[in-house]
């Protein structure tokens, strides 16, 4: 059974300023992925960013970067040069095999940039 | 492009009505395709989710049934609701690669009284 843990249910950042959301996992699969998304408060789902098990670099888009320690099961998420719009829940997930199908989200955490 | 609709975007039903929400994928086929319901300040539950035509896995045993009739299509249904169906779902499809992320609808806030 995989498991995603994020211990943040709240977090402030000031604009212009990095911040790191964290996420932990527990899985036996031998390959799994391991996604973050945002979502406003529309409600829409937002892809941000992916990591595979096996990728030997973190994933990096834009101003969002995942610092993947795999054998800390760790996976977070960086977002550089915060933006009033990086407002909105952030949600960790996890497949297993790499692909989508079953993915198990996190609680995720309530990102507030201050102006 | 590939584009997902959902509708409605807000529903009220009262105790015991049937329900039938909609979802439609446009600009891919044979998409990995799921329903998620997520309550008030929590993360998603995978309710379904399909491979193909008329194959439906359930996640959780519920008052909830799902169908896949065409390909693109994927309706998510109850015959009675009940109040603890209220919550806000999500339609997302997949492509079938091993890094395919998922894309999701706007959403169905539903609220059953």
């Known amino acids: 059974a995989q498991k995603i843990t994020q211990t943040q249910p709240g977090m402030f950042v000031q604009e212009k300023e990095a911040v790191t959301l964290d996420c932990t996992y527990d899985t036996s699969d031998p390959s799994y992925g391991l996604f973050w998304y945002k979502q406003p408060s529309s409600g829409e789902m937002i892809f941000l960013i992916y990591?595979?098990?096996?990728?030997?670099q973190n994933a990096t888009e834009g101003r969002y970067s995942l610092n993947f320690q795999k054998a800390r099961k760790s996976a977070n998420l960086v977002i550089s040069a915060s933006q009033l719009g990086d407002s909105a829940m952030y949600f960790c997930?996890?497949?297993?095999?790499?692909?989508?199908?079953?993915?198990?989200f996190g609680t995720g955490t309530k990102l507030q940039v201050i102006p | 492009s590939q584009t997902i609709h959902q509708w409605p975007a807000t529903l009220v039903q009262p105790v015991g009505s049937p329900l039938s929400l909609e979802c439609t994928v446009e600009g891919t086929s044979n998409p990995n395709l799921y329903w998620y319901r997520q309550a008030a300040g929590r993360g998603l539950q995978l309710l379904f989710y399909?491979?193909?035509?008329?194959?439906i896995s359930s996640e959780v045993p519920q008052n909830l049934s799902a169908s896949r009739p065409q390909d693109r299509q994927f309706i998510l249904s109850s015959k009675k609701l009940l109040l603890s169906d209220s919550g806000f779902y999500l339609c997302?499809?997949?492509?079938?690669?091993?890094?395919?992320?998922?894309?999701f609808g706007q959403g169905t806030r539903l609220t059953v009284v």
């Open positions: 997302a499809w997949s492509g079938r690669g091993l890094d395919s992320e998922a894309f």
């Open positions: 997930a996890m497949s297993p095999s790499g692909g989508y199908q079953k993915v198990t």
């Open positions: 399909s491979v193909g035509i008329g194959q």
């Open positions: 990591q595979g098990s096996y990728d030997q």
